[in-house]
């Protein structure tokens, strides 16, 4: 058996019931370092720990994979919910495998901020930077969803200096592509442990360097009264 599970936001207490049951039951338990520091404490001592970086993580799936066709119980652990930011992971879980593996998903970090945040999901679009690939599409989307005059919740990119793409950059993309400087965002930090926000507009955040544990809102603007038709006039 083998199944990959959202662990949370960072705090081991957002870890479904299932999940902690799945892990307590486990012989071997994967994922990258700080993910499975959040559940540290669930593991059984007996369980075979495999931890992975960016660099060697295919190798270490493939380590996982063989436990699992030996026939041990697999717990591959993901950061908040499989399918906000993990898709490309479970993607390389399910080659090293060799088939398609079952998920439980797990609470996110966008969840978390728009209960902080007290913004509706149908109101919102969410998206993510936290992935390998091109971001030009993500990036152009996201200037239309806020052109559509919706909030977004956004996911930055931290990984290194090259393609990186962190809320300050974000802010100052959106001023380039015609986004009103003015524009309402906030930036969270470390949810559901030592959070910190931040309250302040596209042209406060471009100046302003966070941590890679940050997620984004952007809160949509009313129209200008300059853009908005008046009424007709009587005849």
């Given at each position: 058996?083998?199944?990959?599970?959202?662990?949370?936001?960072?705090?081991?207490?957002?870890?479904?019931?299932?999940?902690?049951?799945?892990?307590?039951?486990?012989?071997?338990?994967?994922?990258?370092?700080?993910?499975?520091?959040?559940?540290?404490?669930?593991?059984?001592?007996?369980?075979?720990?495999?931890?992975?970086?960016?660099?060697?993580?295919?190798?270490?799936?493939?380590?996982?994979?063989?436990?699992?066709?030996?026939?041990?119980?697999?717990?591959?652990?993901?950061?908040?919910?499989?399918?906000?930011s993990g898709f490309q992971y479970l993607e390389r879980v399910e080659?090293?495998?060799?088939?398609?593996?079952?998920?439980?998903?797990?609470?996110?970090?966008?969840?978390?901020?728009?209960?902080?945040?007290?913004?509706?999901?149908?109101?919102?679009?969410?998206?993510?930077?936290?992935?390998?690939?091109?971001?030009?599409?993500?990036?152009?989307?996201?200037?239309?969803?806020?052109?559509?005059?919706?909030?977004?919740?956004?996911?930055?990119?931290?990984?290194?200096?090259?393609?990186?793409?962190?809320?300050?950059?974000?802010?100052?993309?959106?001023?380039?592509?015609?986004?009103?400087?003015?524009?309402?965002?906030?930036?969270?930090?470390?949810?559901?442990?030592?959070?910190?926000?931040?309250h302040g507009t596209l042209a406060e955040c471009a100046e302003r360097?966070?941590?890679?544990?940050?997620?984004?809102?952007?809160?949509?603007?009313?129209?200008?009264?300059?853009?908005?038709?008046?009424?007709?006039?009587?005849?």
């Amino acid at each position: 058996m083998i199944i990959c599970i959202g662990a949370g936001p960072g705090d081991v207490g957002y870890l479904t019931q299932r999940g902690a049951e799945l892990i307590r039951d486990a012989d071997v338990v994967a994922g990258f370092e700080a993910v499975l520091n959040v559940v540290r404490s669930l593991i059984p001592d007996t369980a075979r720990v495999i931890s992975m970086g960016y660099r060697d993580q295919v190798e270490q799936l493939d380590k996982v994979a063989v436990e699992h066709h030996a026939g041990k119980k697999c717990v591959v652990v993901f950061m908040g919910d499989i399918h906000f930011s993990g898709f490309q992971y479970l993607e390389r879980v399910e080659r090293a495998c060799g088939h398609p593996v079952e998920s439980l998903p797990g609470i996110s970090s966008a969840q978390i901020l728009a209960s902080r945040a007290k913004v509706c999901f149908d109101e919102t679009t969410f998206i993510t930077f936290h992935r390998r690939g091109d971001l030009e599409p993500f990036k152009r989307h996201l200037v239309h969803v806020l052109q559509d005059q919706r909030n977004a919740i956004v996911i930055p990119c931290p990984w290194d200096a090259a393609r990186s793409f962190m809320p300050w950059h974000i802010a100052k993309y959106l001023i380039e592509q015609g986004i009103p400087a003015s524009q309402p965002v906030e930036v969270w930090e470390n949810l559901t442990r030592n959070e910190a926000e931040w309250h302040g507009t596209l042209a406060e955040c471009a100046e302003r360097e966070v941590s890679d544990m940050s997620i984004m809102l952007i809160r949509t603007m009313a129209p200008m009264a300059s853009q908005i038709e008046p009424p007709p006039v009587p005849a």
